[in-house]
């Protein structure tokens, strides 16, 4: 079976950090690039981060970049998000996608998400003192 699990959400106080983690089960990540995207309250998703399979290319969208960041470690086949100055507007449900590709983030939309694998179920970030 394969599977994506993520981990590491929770409730922090503005500037606040969390580190996300993405694992995969059944399938290895080392031909995948991941896609972190987020769905706030009420908001539609969007893609926030990219990673390639190689972990040599990151892309952030504007809305988080200087604050996260994504990293992989595939001898573990895990993924993760470091999520730093944790403001309100990033509460929501953070989604880990796979998409099987050798592309670099550069040429990777984050919204494409038509064009991801596998998907994870999420996992709950709460921002708030």
């Known amino acids: 079976q394969f599977e994506i699990v993520e981990s590491g959400g929770g409730l922090v106080q503005p500037g606040g950090s969390l580190r996300l983690a993405c694992t995969a089960s059944g399938f290895s990540l080392e031909t995948f690039a991941i896609i972190w995207f987020r769905q706030a309250p009420g908001k539609e998703r969007e893609g926030v981060s990219c990673?390639?399979?190689?972990?040599?290319?990151?892309k952030n969208a504007d809305s988080v970049s200087g604050r996260f960041t994504s990293s992989r470690d595939n001898a573990k086949n895990t993924v993760y998000l470091q999520m730093n100055s944790l403001e309100p507007e990033d509460t929501g449900v953070y989604y880990c996608a796979a998409r099987g590709t050798l592309m670099g983030c550069p040429r990777i939309k984050l919204g494409d998400s038509d064009a991801m694998n596998y998907w994870g179920k999420g996992t709950l970030v709460t921002v708030s003192s």
């Open positions: 990673i390639s399979s190689s972990g040599a290319s990151t």
